[in-house]
């Protein structure tokens, strides 16, 4: 069994976008501060690595025009308030005022996007570390003009970076979505493990998926908003194109595969034969670690031997099955599915087989082209005052929320007033970053700050009381940047176990290094925190179950439309490749914004969590019913059958499409009856149906008794 190396772990780690971007921002930030440090001018030095660290929050992965774009807007706020701040710190009550302003109006920067909240993010930050600053005006400008410079440093540097090499990210970012879709085959392949926990691994499996989702998300905006990608000019472009089509059909296949898992082990544990594809399963995802390593590191992926030999041993195996099956000890319906799941992953392996041939006319000229519309793809995001004015209304929960940041705001610089510590924009500065648009995750980033705080705290107070080689201590200083901007996307606890120490270290350059420094870091962050957290349960609330009633709404609509496009390809013998694409792309993402949203509603209190038991039901039968549409799809592009049409099937189509709506008009309109709706059934269709050649009508009537459940469970729930 081939285990991924630690030796590897490290090496993805490496290669991947958050250590580029953690690489990246620490070099913007220290630069600037240790050349002018060479000539006497650190604290000229320090406000220019503050403009580039204010910056640098919007610099996330994404496509450049967008982060270049992001970055300018972001420059020019930062130096007017940069410099209005410093022009009305004097007075508490007119910096307190600005401070609630700036908060509200920024914090609502939350409906352009996730872009542009961190945009408003960067100019509250720029504020908050100014507030205690009090110089005179000329200071003020000149103080402005630097954070200015910085700002528009880092903007170069990271501009300048991307024309080095601008496929690296979206070479990163494809091999990260890659490396999730390989963790949920080998989440799947669990499913054939003995004495399995079923519930668990589809609890994982859901999130999983909404992992995958998200990365292929993210690939999709690079691939599609890239001008390198656009104008398709170059054979790097066309072959992560390439290899990013085929990556989504294949977890369309994973996710095809959807059986009774506990009836194949009732039946076939004592043959033993489930352990052979439970390893052939977690073989083609080690193929895709490999593929994805490849990406990173530019080399060229080789197929294991291993892997085609576990295949070809697992069809030998399933028929000496079948063969030595003479007493009927195996149903007939259960080898039938074996030699189905055996089929799907030679498509799968079929599959990653065509993507390693991409790695072999990587640099050629002659690698085709995918086919792919790919406006249709993006999102357009619209930056018009209209939306804010829609906004401003107690029913947006953007508006809420930047209520609840106006007070919490206000509150917190009047409690750093009160306190008078020798660094209290500490606590608006916990409050700023913890503060969230739902309870659920504020909760968690509330969590995440209060450890890696209080363990970073204690880590930097032994560091600054053992280690007195100043070289030594730049080194630690070093490696704590880069890993508090290293994770600070991945893993927030790590991110701010490192920054903790990395921002004793720095103040122990400064003169300022003392174990009172780090108690009193520890305590603006537990007040903070505390003011955060209550806020967000007491103040304006926003709850998940507010908005599960969409949610719900928007996977059956996608369901449906999936499903109908699907239904085409038999019916009308000819479908738009295109619609069927975005109909299956828009399961994915509808099925991501609810598993999420159901994870999210474990954190809040027990009261606010509404029809928990009847939205599980429904996230797992949405899913089931994806699973089954997946597979139809797939049928009808990898078999051939003996039916001339299919048309016998329509009725129990239309009924399926019938359920759906029906349950769309449940849960708009709270019904709490169920209507007498009957099932068609498969003896109804008038098909001839031969033993073996039932898979397409038998795949209609699971769909259907699928769309039958979800129907009845929409009667349940009143939103």
Same mark, same amino acid.
């Given at each position: 069994?081939?285990?991924?190396?630690?030796?590897?772990?490290?090496?993805?780690?490496?290669?991947?976008?958050?250590?580029?971007?953690?690489?990246?921002?620490?070099?913007?930030?220290?630069?600037?501060?240790?050349?002018?440090?060479?000539?006497?001018?650190?604290?000229?030095?320090?406000?220019?690595?503050?403009?580039?660290?204010?910056?640098?929050?919007?610099?996330?992965?994404?496509?450049?025009?967008?982060?270049?774009?992001?970055?300018?807007?972001?420059?020019?706020?930062?130096?007017?308030?940069?410099?209005?701040?410093?022009?009305?710190?004097?007075?508490?009550?007119?910096?307190?005022?600005?401070?609630?302003?700036?908060?509200?109006?920024?914090?609502?920067?939350?409906?352009?996007?996730?872009?542009?909240?961190?945009?408003?993010?960067?100019?509250?930050?720029?504020?908050?570390?100014?507030?205690?600053?009090?110089?005179?005006?000329?200071?003020?400008?000149?103080?402005?003009?630097?954070?200015?410079?910085?700002?528009?440093?880092?903007?170069?540097?990271?501009?300048?970076?991307?024309?080095?090499?601008?496929?690296?990210?979206?070479?990163?970012?494809?091999?990260?979505?890659?490396?999730?879709?390989?963790?949920?085959?080998?989440?799947?392949?669990?499913?054939?493990?003995?004495?399995?926990?079923?519930?668990?691994?589809?609890?994982?499996?859901?999130?999983?998926?909404?992992?995958?989702?998200?990365?292929?998300?993210?690939?999709?905006?690079?691939?599609?908003?890239?001008?390198?990608?656009?104008?398709?000019?170059?054979?790097?472009?066309?072959?992560?194109?390439?290899?990013?089509?085929?990556?989504?059909?294949?977890?369309?296949?994973?996710?095809?595969?959807?059986?009774?898992?506990?009836?194949?082990?009732?039946?076939?544990?004592?043959?033993?034969?489930?352990?052979?594809?439970?390893?052939?399963?977690?073989?083609?995802?080690?193929?895709?670690?490999?593929?994805?390593?490849?990406?990173?590191?530019?080399?060229?992926?080789?197929?294991?031997?291993?892997?085609?030999?576990?295949?070809?041993?697992?069809?030998?195996?399933?028929?000496?099955?079948?063969?030595?099956?003479?007493?009927?000890?195996?149903?007939?319906?259960?080898?039938?599915?074996?030699?189905?799941?055996?089929?799907?992953?030679?498509?799968?392996?079929?599959?990653?087989?065509?993507?390693?041939?991409?790695?072999?006319?990587?640099?050629?000229?002659?690698?085709?082209?995918?086919?792919?519309?790919?406006?249709?793809?993006?999102?357009?995001?619209?930056?018009?005052?209209?939306?804010?004015?829609?906004?401003?209304?107690?029913?947006?929960?953007?508006?809420?929320?930047?209520?609840?940041?106006?007070?919490?705001?206000?509150?917190?610089?009047?409690?750093?007033?009160?306190?008078?510590?020798?660094?209290?924009?500490?606590?608006?500065?916990?409050?700023?970053?913890?503060?969230?648009?739902?309870?659920? =995750?504020?909760? !968690? $980033?509330? /969590?995440?700050?209060? *450890? #890696?705080?209080? &363990?970073?705290?204690?880590?930097?107070?032994?560091?600054?009381?053992?280690?007195?080689?100043?070289?030594?201590?730049?080194?630690?200083?070093?490696?704590?940047?880069?890993?508090?901007?290293?994770?600070?996307?991945?893993?927030?606890?790590?991110?701010?176990?490192?920054?903790?120490?990395?921002?004793?270290?720095?103040?122990?350059?400064?003169?300022?290094?003392?174990?009172? =420094?780090?108690? !009193? $870091?520890? /305590?603006?962050?537990? *007040? #903070?925190?505390? &003011?955060?957290?209550?806020?967000?349960?007491?103040?304006?609330?926003?709850?998940?179950?507010?908005?599960?009633?969409?949610?719900?709404?928007?996977?059956?609509?996608?369901?449906?439309?999936?499903?109908?496009?699907?239904?085409?390809?038999?019916?009308?013998?000819?479908?738009?490749?295109?619609?069927?694409?975005?109909?299956?792309?828009?399961?994915?993402?509808?099925?991501?914004?609810?598993?999420?949203?159901?994870?999210?509603?474990?954190?809040?209190?027990?009261?606010?969590?509404?029809?928990?038991?009847?939205?599980?039901?429904?996230?797992?039968?949405?899913?089931?019913?994806?699973?089954?549409?997946?597979?139809?799809?797939?049928?009808?592009?990898?078999?051939?059958?003996?039916?001339?049409?299919?048309?016998?099937?329509?009725?129990?189509?239309?009924?399926?499409?019938?359920?759906?709506?029906?349950?769309?008009?449940?849960?708009?309109?709270?019904?709490?009856?169920?209507?007498?709706?009957?099932?068609?059934?498969?003896?109804?269709?008038?098909?001839?149906?031969?033993?073996?050649?039932?898979?397409?009508?038998?795949?209609?009537?699971?769909?259907?008794?699928?769309?039958?459940?979800?129907?009845?469970?929409?009667?349940?729930?009143?939103?």
């Amino acid at each position: 069994m081939q285990i991924r190396q630690p030796i590897r772990n490290i090496q993805d780690f490496l290669l991947s976008t958050y250590f580029a971007d953690g690489l990246r921002i620490t070099i913007g930030v220290l630069l600037p501060s240790l050349i002018l440090a060479q000539f006497g001018m650190l604290t000229y030095g320090m406000t220019l690595s503050l403009g580039a660290l204010c910056v640098s929050v919007v610099d996330s992965p994404g496509p450049m025009v967008h982060r270049r774009n992001a970055m300018l807007v972001t420059t020019a706020l930062i130096f007017v308030f940069s410099i209005l701040t410093g022009l009305t710190n004097k007075s508490h009550y007119f910096i307190g005022f600005l401070l609630a302003i700036s908060s509200f109006i920024f914090s609502m920067f939350y409906i352009y996007g996730v872009r542009a909240a961190s945009v408003g993010t960067a100019v509250l930050l720029i504020m908050v570390l100014s507030i205690d600053d009090v110089r005179p005006w000329q200071d003020v400008l000149i103080h402005g003009f630097m954070v200015l410079a910085g700002s528009l440093w880092y903007t170069g540097l990271s501009y300048f970076v991307y024309r080095l090499r601008p496929f690296r990210l979206v070479q990163q970012s494809l091999s990260d979505s890659i490396l999730e879709v390989a963790e949920f085959l080998r989440e799947k392949a669990k499913f054939y493990h003995q004495n399995n926990n079923y519930d668990k691994t589809y609890a994982d499996l859901i999130q999983l998926q909404v992992l995958v989702h998200e990365k292929q998300d993210a690939v999709r905006e690079l691939l599609f908003r890239t001008r390198e990608m656009v104008r398709d000019s170059s054979p790097e472009g066309r072959f992560l194109l390439l290899i990013f089509v085929d990556m989504v059909d294949l977890f369309e296949q994973v996710m095809s595969t959807y059986y009774n898992y506990q009836q194949l082990h009732d039946q076939f544990d004592k043959a033993g034969i489930l352990s052979d594809y439970e390893m052939a399963i977690k073989r083609i995802s080690y193929a895709l670690d490999d593929i994805a390593f490849a990406l990173k590191s530019g080399g060229k992926p080789v197929l294991s031997k291993r892997l085609l030999i576990e295949i070809e041993r697992l069809k030998i195996k399933i028929n000496q099955l079948e063969t030595n099956n003479t007493n009927q000890e195996y149903s007939t319906i259960g080898i039938i599915a074996l030699k189905n799941i055996e089929v799907n992953i030679e498509n799968i392996l079929s599959r990653v087989k065509t993507i390693y041939s991409y790695f072999k006319v990587r640099t050629s000229k002659d690698i085709r082209q995918a086919e792919v519309d790919r406006e249709k793809f993006i999102t357009r995001q619209k930056f018009d005052f209209d939306l804010f004015k829609d906004n401003l209304t107690y029913s947006s929960s953007t508006f809420r929320h930047s209520l609840r940041v106006t007070v919490v705001m206000s509150l917190g610089f009047i409690v750093s007033q009160i306190l008078n510590f020798s660094h209290s924009y500490w606590i608006l500065l916990t409050i700023l970053v913890i503060s969230k648009p739902g309870f659920s =995750l504020t909760k !968690e $980033r509330n /969590y995440q700050r209060l *450890i #890696g705080t209080t &363990i970073g705290a204690f880590v930097g107070m032994a560091v600054v009381s053992y280690v007195h080689d100043k070289h030594a201590l730049f080194i630690i200083l070093l490696i704590c940047m880069i890993g508090s901007y290293s994770f600070q996307r991945k893993n927030y606890v790590v991110s701010v176990l490192f920054m903790t120490p990395y921002i004793l270290i720095l103040f122990d350059f400064l003169g300022m290094g003392s174990i009172a =420094l780090a108690r !009193e $870091r520890i /305590y603006d962050t537990f *007040i #903070g925190s505390g &003011i955060a957290l209550l806020a967000s349960y007491s103040l304006f609330p926003t709850w998940e179950h507010e908005k599960l009633k969409e949610a719900m709404l928007n996977i059956i609509k996608a369901n449906k439309a999936y499903y109908e496009q699907v239904a085409r390809m038999y019916f009308e013998k000819a479908y738009n490749r295109t619609d069927y694409k975005l109909a299956r792309k828009e399961v994915f993402v509808s099925t991501a914004n609810l598993a999420s949203l159901f994870q999210r509603m474990f954190s809040e209190p027990k009261s606010k969590q509404l029809y928990i038991k009847e939205v599980h039901q429904f996230t797992a039968l949405s899913h089931l019913l994806s699973s089954y549409i997946a597979t139809l799809s797939l049928y009808n592009k990898e078999h051939e059958f003996t039916f001339e049409s299919f048309d016998a099937l329509k009725p129990m189509s239309n009924n399926t499409d019938y359920l759906l709506d029906a349950s769309i008009t449940n849960l708009l309109d709270g019904k709490s009856t169920i209507d007498n709706v009957p099932l068609i059934r498969l003896n109804d269709t008038g098909l001839s149906i031969q033993k073996g050649q039932d898979l397409i009508p038998e795949q209609f009537d699971l769909i259907q008794k699928v769309a039958y459940d979800i129907y009845k469970l929409s009667v349940k729930v009143k939103l």
